[in-house]
């Protein structure tokens, strides 16, 4: 089992920066994708950000690239997204997610309680 906790939403103006953690607890050995996601109200969950293991490879929705970054810590296991030129559209709840099995995001995940991000115009 793992454990994931969000933490550094909040309230910003458009143009604005955030940035949000997300920590691994648990059975973090077996930790390899880290990603973001995020739901808009009325819309379904979808992918922000991905990154592997060693940190060496990053994956990007096309709404987000240039604006948003993935970075990990290991040792803290830690999973960051630093999010910049932030958008009214930006605003939704963000989920911390890694696999259950394997290294791909799109089967079963071990999901986060989510942080709200609020962006006003």
């Known amino acids: 089992q793992v454990q994931l906790v969000e933490s550094g939403g909040g309230l910003v103006q458009a143009g604005g920066s955030l940035g949000l953690s997300c920590v691994a607890s648990?059975?973090?050995?077996?930790?390899?994708?880290f990603g973001w996601f995020r739901q808009a109200p009325g819309k379904e969950r979808e992918f922000v950000a991905a990154?592997?293991?060693?940190?060496?490879?990053?994956n990007y929705a096309d709404s987000v690239k240039g604006r948003f970054a993935i970075s990990r810590d290991n040792a803290k296991n830690t999973v960051y997204l630093q999010m910049n030129s932030l958008k009214p559209e930006d605003t939704a709840v963000y989920y911390c997610?890694?696999?259950?099995?394997?290294?791909?995001?799109?089967?079963?995940?071990?999901w986060g309680q989510g942080t709200q991000v609020t962006v006003s115009s």
């Open positions: 990154i592997s293991r060693s940190g060496g490879s990053t």
């Open positions: 997610a890694t696999p259950i099995r394997g290294s791909s995001l799109s089967g079963n995940n071990y």
């Open positions: 648990g059975r973090t050995v077996s930790i390899y994708t």
